[in-house]
């Protein structure tokens, strides 16, 4: 009896040592097999036919993320609790879409006159249930402890005119290099970002987040000043990159294109 216990005591804490050292590898090989890499990650399509082959995985993962407690997650490093939370705002996204899949073309399908997807309370996290709203803009934008606007081009809602899904995991060994990469890749698509010689026509993403791309991030007090540090992806010469530090490029918001980011 007393051999049983030991061994089912130590069934539970691997579990749980499991569930601490997986990094987010389950969401990880999802995203490689079934995400799609366009002009080297510019864009990407999310194959939800594959995801909703494979559901059981990723209910698996959101299972594990749900099993993180509100006290273990603040004894992490900064890094890490955001790698965590913009792959929970992903993943949770992915899941919403295959409850309705194929059946939509848009993530807005899932929402009504008088709802949105976004303040739907389905997700389990630290003991309650939340929204991808209060992801979004109560534990990444509203807590404080983070000022990054490039989350931005990390967290995906499932649409065209988002920035691409990226094919793999956030974590944060690679966190800044991963964020990084995702706004160099987001602002250099022509699609969503664009400069004609006279005016920037960038994505309403700017437009309805504007005051996180001015609150100081690499001193960057102005959305002109936050994308002149982007110059080179926006494909702007140095004396363009001037004028628009100094106010004296327009700046236009193309419209947002809600399709769903399927694929074909």
Known sequence: MF??????????????????AVEHQVWDDLLKRYVVVIDGGQITQADYAG?????????????????VSQAEFDNWSSDKQLAFLINAYNAWTVELILTKYPDLNSIKDLGGFF???WKNAFIPLFGKEVSLDHIEHELIRGSGGYN????????????????ALRNEAYTAALLEE????????????????????NRLQVSEIFKWYREDF??????ADSLAAFLALYADALGL???????????????????????LNDTP
């Open 148 to 163: 990054e606007p490039r989350i931005h081009f990390a967290v995906n809602c499932a649409s065209i005119g988002c920035p």
């Open 3 to 20: 051999r049983k216990l030991l061994l089912f005591m130590g069934f539970m804490f691997a579990a749980v040592s499991t569930v601490q």
């Open 115 to 117: 709802s949105s997807p």
């Open 51 to 67: 995801f909703q082959s494979k559901r059981q995985g990723l209910k698996y993962y959101l299972e594990m993320l749900s099993a």
């Open 214 to 219: 001015q609150q100081g991030w690499r001193n």
């Open 237 to 259: 010469d140095p004396e363009e990159q001037a004028k628009l530090q100094q106010g004296e490029i327009a700046i236009d918001y193309l419209d947002y294109d809600w399709q």
């Open 178 to 197: 991963q964020l990084e990469q995702q706004t160099q890749l987001f602002l250099q698509d022509k699609s969503r970002n664009r400069f004609d010689g």
